[in-house]
């Protein structure tokens, strides 16, 4: 599997950004799909993912506490993509956002997509 993310950008406080990760070379439908992100001197954490359940749009959903809310993810199976949607972004929010995909054993990572909040 390959993966490939764009969106990240540029954005003020309180603003969106949309970031999509198109997946390659497996089979998507069977991939639980995540969001980890890496801010400047911290460690990565896991944003936000999503199961494997429904036939043409996944399963369970799961949110880091700091974005609960702002933040939604979502996926296509038939386009293998998955989205993150970044609504009420704050200074925090700034990092390199990952797309991961995994199927036990194997996890996959994504090169990262800049994310910058600032005024």
């Known amino acids: 599997v390959q993966l490939q993310a764009s969106g990240g950008g540029l954005v003020q406080p309180g603003g969106s950004l949309r970031l999509s990760c198109t997946a390659s070379?497996?089979?998507?439908?069977?991939?639980?799909m995540s969001w980890y992100r890496q801010a400047p001197g911290k460690q990565r954490e896991l944003v936000a993912s999503?199961?494997?359940?429904?036939?043409?749009?996944?399963?369970?959903?799961n949110y880091a506490e700091s974005v609960k809310g702002r933040f939604s993810i979502s996926r296509d199976n038939a386009k293998s993509t998955v989205a993150l949607q970044m609504n009420s972004l704050k200074l925090e929010d700034t990092a390199v956002y990952y797309c991961n995909a995994a199927r036990w054993p194997t996890t996959v990572w994504g090169q990262g997509t800049l994310v910058t909040v600032s005024s």
């Open positions: 999503i199961g494997t359940g429904g036939v043409a749009t996944g399963g369970d959903t």
């Open positions: 070379g497996g089979i998507f439908s069977m991939l639980v």
